[in-house]
């Protein structure tokens, strides 16, 4: 049923909106993703010091802490075992329609952020209320939450699990150590949330990038190779009976939209709740960090990881890494999916906790941190397929209010 459910969100009216708001976003910033060495230059090249600095790279790391994820390691293998290496390809579009709609919702959360006595609070749920939409804000502002347990905890966990099994470690052992672990960050509130990603994702990001870089570098024979079944698959070409596929273009098309979106959260609305609360004022600046998320993470992570499965041929990225460091590289694979999972969990949080603030539920957050502590217990007995169908159905759904908002304030985004 969930399956179904999945599939029939993610087919071609969806991917078409995708499609048509990426487009759009594009021409209406002048082609502003395409000239990303600028973008770089403003953003990573010239990060500010001081108490704002702080504040600005707390947020940018919070939200990149959201998109590189499971999705970009674990999903973008499941993406390829069931759309095909043509699935890489559409994760590509995915991207570069992603840049765009990612500056246009961070520019509007940015723009129209109030402040409070707890700091700055923006994004969707905030925006859409002033509109005049309140019932639509309250909504996405549930979707979030409920959002956070699929794409941010559950599936998170159970993929960190999964690698844990393969070395050996009990699932209920995983689950209860990340339980405690996340027990303890959810309590400290938002700082400590902001001091664990603004450590743990920056380093763990360069480590995995360098890594894999290095396995594709070192098997670059195969990569024209690899290329080209990316793009069979990605037009349905069948290598050996000849002809066009119409379903294995629908599936690639598919899983490739389904695991970019999962992915860099591009048209989700998840992270500009956190750019939002950043130091930063100018929101033309600050949108430019989001096109930096999204090429951070599939033009770099996704991609050197779909890459590295395609070049040697394997199948997972745990089986890659375990040769490497005589011996060791699982362990090292364990380190980083555990990193990239938590940092991943932590961002879906903070997400959630700008938009239980926004809903003012008594208790709230305290019924929050307690179901979220028990969803990391229970991802680690769950399977991992369902769980990833699960979080493509929550993540699906965040979309349609999110580019309703998208589409009214379409004039201001400069």
Known sequence: MLDMIRNALWGMPLIGLLLS??????????????????VLKRTVGSLPRGKDGKALLRAVATALGGTVGIGSITGVAYGIAVGGAGSVFWMWVSGLGGMALKYAEVFLAVK??????????????????????????VFFALLCVLASFGVG?????????????????????????????????????????????GVLVPAASFLYVAVTAWVVLTHASALPDALGRILAGAFGIRPLAGGVSGSLIAASMREGFARGVFSNEAGVGSSPLAHAASGEGD???????????????????????????????????????????????????????????FASILSWCYYSRVCLQFLRLPAGETVYSLCSVVCAF???????????????????VMIFPNLFLLFKLRERVK
């Open 21 to 38: 708001f990426g487009g759009y976003f594009t021409v209406k910033t002048r082609f502003l993703p395409l000239r990303l060495c600028g």
């Open 112 to 137: 129209h952020r109030k402040q409070t006595k707890n700091g700055y609070v923006g994004g969707a749920p905030y925006i859409l209320r002033d509109l005049g939409h309140p019932k639509t804000a």
């Open 153 to 197: 905890n559950l599936t998170q966990i159970g993929a960190l699990t999964e690698t844990a099994s393969a070395m050996g470690i009990s699932p209920l052992l995983c689950g209860g150590v990340c339980g405690l672990l996340l027990a303890y960050c959810l309590w400290g509130g938002r700082e400590r949330i902001g001091r664990w990603n």
């Open 283 to 341: 929101p033309r600046r600050q949108g430019e960090w989001g096109i930096f998320e999204v090429f951070a993470d599939t033009f770099l992570v996704s991609t050197l990881t779909a890459l590295a499965l395609l070049v040697t041929g394997e199948n997972s990225i745990h089986a890659l890494f375990a040769p490497m460091l005589w011996g060791w590289g699982s362990g090292l694979f364990a380190l980083l999916s555990a990193v990239f999972a």
């Open 378 to 396: 229970l991802g680690a007995l769950l399977p991992l397929e369902s769980l990833l169908t699960l979080a493509d159905v929550l993540g699906g």
